[in-house]
Antibody
Framework: QIHLVESGGGLVKPGGSLRLSCSAS????????MTWIRQTPGKGLEWIAD????????HYADDVRGRFTISRDNAQNLLFLQMSGLRVDDTAVYFC???????WGQGTLVTVSS | AIQMTQSPSSLSASIGDRVTINCRAS??????LRWFQQKSGEAPKLLIY???SLQSGVPSRFSGSGSGTDFTLTITSLQPEDLGTYYC?????????FGQGTKLEIK
């Protein structure tokens, strides 16, 4: 069955960087667009970015454009989110999902705090 | 960005009730709307895609309708396991945007 497992979350100081990973199994990863979505108590669910199946194109939410980079490794069935210039309001649970969203991972918590 | 306005923000209903949740888009999105259910501590689960198509494995008491700017999720005969928060998502245009959620409680 389809499995998505995020990793890489943790505590980071404002201005810091973090790289999230998402390991996919149970489907042909290279056939699907993939996406990152985050959830905060205050702002609910927020779509962050998606990437084409080939990795050639990507889209970003205004709030993260220029700070976050989505990428993928189709040979390893991995999706990544490189986050830099982190702010306190980036604190959230980050989910990876197939795009348009159907199957989701369980999420990884990112906490940005001094 | 397309704004998604969901209503109500919360509701309380009894077992067996018919429940409707609405989502309005700030501009036309054809049928490019999804509905998700999220239970506490879990990832969202897809219920409906393309506004009215039932995701495989989802009980038939869930249905979706609408097109353009106005959409509805209906639960006929509410069950105890339907407790949770429901979200709409437009995937018509980037950035994709979610509604703010509807928290469903069982009376």
């Amino acid at each position: 069955q389809i499995h998505l497992v995020e990793s890489g979350g943790g505590l980071v100081k404002p201005g810091g960087s973090l790289r999230l990973s998402c390991s996919a199994s149970g489907f042909i990863f290279s056939d699907y667009y993939m996406t990152w979505i985050r959830q905060t108590p205050g702002k609910g669910l927020e779509w962050i970015a998606d990437i084409a199946s080939s990795g050639a194109t990507s889209h970003y939410a205004d709030d993260v454009r220029g700070r976050f980079t989505i990428s993928r490794d189709n040979a390893q069935n991995l999706l990544f989110l490189q986050m830099s210039g982190l702010r306190v309001d980036d604190t959230a649970v980050y989910f990876c999902a197939r795009d348009p969203p159907d199957y989701w991972g369980q999420g990884t918590l990112v906490t940005v705090s001094s | 960005a397309i704004q998604m306005t969901q209503s109500p923000s919360s509701l309380s209903a009894s077992i067996g009730d018919r429940v409707t949740i609405n989502c309005r888009a700030s501009q036309g999105i054809r049928h490019d709307l999804r509905w998700f259910q999220q239970k506490s501590g879990e990832a969202p689960k897809l219920l409906i895609y393309a506004a009215s198509s039932l995701q495989s494995g989802v009980p038939s008491r869930f249905s979706g309708s609408g097109s353009g700017t106005d959409f509805t999720l209906t639960i006929t005969s509410l069950q105890p396991e339907d407790l949770g928060t429901y979200y709409c998502l437009q995937d018509h245009d980037h950035p994709h945007t979610f509604g703010q959620g509807t928290k469903l409680e069982i009376k």
